[in-house]
């Protein structure tokens, strides 16, 4: 569900600053107002100074040529993932309880509200975000307070082939997961109106 797969990423985008898929995936959800000129400029700046993505959004959110209202977006971004990442850094709380406050910190169920078509839909999803949170109180009991060894065991990542397996096979996978360079081939199925693009 893309509800997990946000509260996925701004976990991992916590975790690590360097998380460059992640950072991408939730910069603008729920929506900050950062245009698409703005990420462009990001992506500029990353590669002609050699940084990382996450260190041009703090070089971007003080420069004067952006506007105020979008360096303040970039800057309450930045606090807020330094922010989480000290308090799962630091184990001193619940796992479980870090990660709700951080859904809440980022108006995640008003968000599903607002971009939801129905409150039913809504219900569903705000469901699922509990059940995110049980999942992760499920294996703070087994495991302890630890983040990284949570994100390890429910990678988004497609499973890494043993040496042993057959070359010639065909990996079924998300559209967002083949986005890497690892493939030679990938085929798109579905590219019908609605479908794909929707």
Do not use: W
Request: net charge negative; with cysteine; hydrophobic share 40%.
């Amino acid at each position: 569900h893309a509800e997990i797969r946000d509260l996925l990423f701004y976990c991992r985008s916590a975790f690590s600053f360097h998380d460059e898929l992640a950072l991408r995936r939730i910069i603008n959800t729920p929506r900050r107002g950062i245009a698409a000129a703005t990420l462009s400029r990001l992506d500029e700046i990353a590669k002609t100074q050699n940084i990382s993505f996450f260190d041009a959004i703090k070089i971007e959110s003080q420069s004067e040529t952006t506007s105020p209202a979008t360096r303040l977006k970039m800057a309450e971004f930045i606090e807020l993932l330094e922010k989480y990442h000290k308090r799962f850094m630091a184990k001193s709380e619940p796992l479980a309880q870090v990660v709700q406050q951080f859904v809440e910190d980022i108006h995640y169920i008003a968000y599903l509200q607002s971009s939801s078509n129905s409150d039913e839909n809504a219900q569903r999803r705000r469901e699922n975000v509990d059940e995110f949170v049980n999942a992760v109180a499920a294996y703070e009991r087994r495991e302890g307070r630890d983040l990284f060894g949570f994100l390890q065991s429910v990678s988004l990542e497609p499973p890494q082939k043993e040496e042993d397996e057959n070359p010639d096979e065909v990996t079924l996978m998300t559209l967002h997961a083949s986005k890497g360079l690892e493939f030679k081939a990938v085929f798109l199925v579905g590219c019908e109106e609605n479908l794909l693009p929707h």
